[in-house]
Nanobody
Framework: QVQPVDSGGGLVQAGGSLRLSCAASGRTFSMYTMGWFRQAPGKKREFVAGISGSGSMTYYPDSVKGRFTISRDNRKNTVYLQMNNLKPEDMAVYYC?????????????????WGQGTQVTVSS
């Protein structure tokens, strides 16, 4: 079992960058696929990045591909989301999640443990 804790959100101008972090407790962190999701007011929770337990496999939707990069440091039980060239439509609460699947997946139901969320605000 792991418990993710998200951090790193804030206010940034359009075109700027932010790096989110997710620190997870538990000794089996490397066994979990990790994902980042976001949810804007009135919208469904949306997948933005995923990484396999070893870090060898990553997956992004087209909306963020080339701008967002997910990575992990299993020695530190931490996963990161580097967000570059942020746009106003990226503004949302971002959530880190841990799942037992072998590969990253976009489905929220495949993730068992969720962080509390961190707000990302992008000003135009």
């Amino acid at each position: 079992q792991v418990q993710p804790v998200d951090s790193g959100g804030g206010l940034v101008q359009a075109g700027g960058s932010l790096r989110l972090s997710c620190a997870a407790s538990g000794r089996t962190f490397s066994m979990y696929t990790m994902g980042w999701f976001r949810q804007a007011p009135g919208k469904k929770r949306e997948f933005v990045a995923g990484i396999s337990g070893s870090g060898s496999m990553t997956y992004y939707p087209d909306s963020v591909k080339g701008r967002f990069t997910i990575s992990r440091d299993n020695r530190k039980n931490t996963v990161y989301l580097q967000m570059n060239n942020l746009k106003p439509e990226d503004m949302a609460v971002y959530y880190c999640a841990a799942g037992k699947g072998l590969i990253p997946t976009t489905a929220t139901t495949m993730y068992d443990y969720w962080g509390q969320g961190t707000q990302v605000t992008v000003s135009s």
